[in-house]
């Protein structure tokens, strides 16, 4: 028997205070930000039906869900529209991802504006999406030229925004140069140790890169993203770039931290170096193209990943209310191609199923069922799971006095 409460406390004891405590007070807001706060606790319920299933290994990034595609723009400086969070990447059977991004539109459908039986037709719409690639056999990527409705107006208009609009958004003017903004919502203020571990570890970093001047710091926050990080390390820093103030350059650097699906897989995972190197080799696998500027690093035996926070990073806005039922779902049919797409291109890779055996794979009929009804399942548990949260969140158990 599973308890929510003390699962939760427990998974999240060692994040700093402050941010989790933002952490706790949005999954107050709503059962599909709960869902994407918890995903330790989504598997540790749905691994005994995951392990009875049986699915060829693939690579997955752990987290899919509505609010993890997005864009972004890769090394080739053309903006994309992919998978964009890998913090949880494990090689897993591929239901382990199917069934979590089936469960995030069907907990999520308020929130998309639609009612439950048009939220189970976006999961078949996407399993026949899904389904329809994989059988191909051949990758896709989506870019602006080969998107359509929704996803094609996020990448039009993404390709238009400058990096100094994007800077002044993030930053405002101390005298002549910038300073990150401190606002509690998108940053907070360091403490001069953590400042100084930053700028020393930048300094370290600079003098393996061909332009050391690039990565000279200017200012370091403590960032606010994301719900299920909130509270590992993690800082915006805001570097000379190609030059003050409108080419400075916004940096992400965030702990890697193990997959919270470790624990409950059967399927042995490759040694590597650290939970960054895991986390980078897996997205450069799946992505269709790298995103710029993404390493990872190692700062006082703690593993971290760096990248480069761009104006091009974005979501679809998925809301019912605005948008028509069709446009909803001409995006999760494009979800479905990126997720195939994902898989065929990191088939064959330290013990994934070949392109071969995804193909066979996709012939069946057997697994949409079980998916299916497992997904509903799966919806149930975490709108009960979230009822018992919120009444012991409104009961002060997640309190500040409590962490």
């Known amino acids: 028997m599973i308890d929510v409460c003390s699962t939760i406390s427990s998974f999240n004891k060692t994040r700093e205070p402050e941010r989790l405590l933002m952490k706790y007070r949005n999954m107050r807001t709503s059962p599909f930000v709960f869902l994407r706060a918890t995903c330790h606790l989504f598997y540790e319920r749905v691994a005994p039906d995951l392990h009875a299933m049986q699915a060829p290994l693939t690579w997955c990034m752990g987290d899919m869900h509505l609010e993890n595609f997005g ?147 200017i200012d370091v926050a403590r960032r606010i993203a994301g719900n299920g990080s909130l509270g590992v390390d993690r800082y915006i820093i805001l570097v000379q770039g190609k030059g003050s103030p409108d080419q400075n350059y916004l940096l992400d650097l965030k702990e890697a931290v193990p997959s919270s699906l470790a624990p409950y897989l059967n399927t042995p995972q490759p040694q590597w170096q650290s939970e960054a190197q895991r986390v980078v080799t897996v997205q450069k696998r799946m992505q269709a193209v790298s995103m710029a500027f993404l390493h990872p690093v190692t700062i006082k035996n703690k593993s971290y990943i760096l990248r480069a926070l761009q104006p091009s990073e974005d979501r679809v806005t998925l809301d019912g209310s605005v948008s028509s039922l069709t446009d909803v779902k001409k995006v999760i049919e494009v979800m479905g191609v990126v997720v195939a797409s994902a898989q065929l291109r990191s088939s064959g890779r330290q013990g994934s199923a070949t392109a071969d055996e995804l193909i066979a794979f996709s012939q069946g009929k057997d697994w949409i069922k079980q998916l299916i009804k497992l997904s509903e399942k799966c919806a149930k548990q975490v709108n009960a799971d979230w009822k018992t949260y919120c009444k012991a969140y409104d009961e002060g158990y997640f309190a500040a006095d409590k962490i």
């Open 71 to 217: 864009s972004y723009k890769g090394d080739n400086r053309l903006p994309y529209f992919d998978l964009n969070d890998f913090d949880e990447a494990v090689l897993a059977p591929t239901h382990w991802d199917l069934i979590r991004f089936l469960t995030s539109i069907l907990v999520g459908a308020k929130s998309l504006g639609i009612n439950s039986e048009d939220a189970k037709g976006l999961v078949k719409e996407f399993l026949s999406s899904y389904q329809t690639v994989l059988a191909s056999g051949k990758s896709h990527w989506i870019e602006r030229e080969t998107s359509v409705g929704l996803v094609r107006n996020l990448l039009t208009a993404v390709k238009l925004r400058q990096r100094c609009d994007f800077l002044d958004h993030r930053t405002l003017f101390k005298g002549e140069k910038r300073r990150i903004r401190i606002d509690g919502k998108r940053a907070l203020a360091v403490s001069p140790k953590q400042r100084e571990m930053v700028e020393k570890f930048l300094k370290e970093f600079a003098e393996n890169q061909p332009d050391k001047k690039f990565f000279k710091p």
